[in-house]
Structure formats: structure tokens, C-alpha cells
């Protein structure tokens, strides 16, 4: 399967997820649904709150240019929300 496949079908297909991509952990970005745009100091603030959710927890988090309130967090997933709608961040091994 690829990573369009992967988004299109598993992510949006299951239809709990709206929007969606997926980047390697440099930051690059593999497959996004139309539209799904993530600056670098997003995916950099990302990356940084699976090692340490301190400031995570402190300051939120911005997606999109969107500011999300953290739920949870440990080395595999995070999760924020505003409002009605969320973020789920999920980080893995092997791919």
C-alpha cells in the first residue's frame, strides 16, 4: 500500500479523520490529503513533544497555524483538541 493509499484509505477512509498526511521523521512529507500544509516550526514542536511533553503541556499546540490544547501525550502519540475538532499525532518504529 502507499502512503496516498495509507491517507486516502485508511486515514479518511475510516471516516473518524477529515485531513491527514504522513512525514518521515526529517520532516518530509510522504502523502497529505489536498490542502494539508505543515510549517517546519510545527513539525519541529511535534517532533520535540514526543521526547519532552513539558512544554507541550504549557503552550499547546499549533498546527496549520491552529492552536491545540494537549490531552495527552507519551513517546508514541499526542493528542490536543480545540473545540469540536482535534489533533492526533502518532509516531512509529517502522513503517
Not at 486516502?8 to 475510516?14: C, D, E, L, W
Not at 502523502?31 to 514526543?50: L, N
Request: a positive charge.
Amino acid at each position: 500500500m502507499s502512503w496516498v493509499e495509507i491517507v486516502h484509505t485508511g486515514m479518511v477512509g475510516s471516516g473518524f479523520v477529515t485531513t491527514g498526511a504522513v512525514f518521515s521523521p526529517a520532516g518530509i512529507q510522504f502523502a497529505a490529503t489536498v490542502g494539508f500544509k505543515v510549517k517546519k516550526e510545527e513539525f519541529d514542536a511535534i517532533s520535540r513533544a514526543f521526547h519532552d511533553h513539558s512544554d507541550l503541556f504549557r503552550n499547546g499546540l499549533y498546527v496549520r497555524g491552529k492552536k491545540f490544547v494537549a490531552i495527552s501525550a507519551n513517546p508514541r502519540s499526542i493528542h490536543c483538541k480545540s473545540g469540536p475538532s482535534g489533533v492526533i499525532c502518532m509516531r512509529a518504529l517502522n513503517c
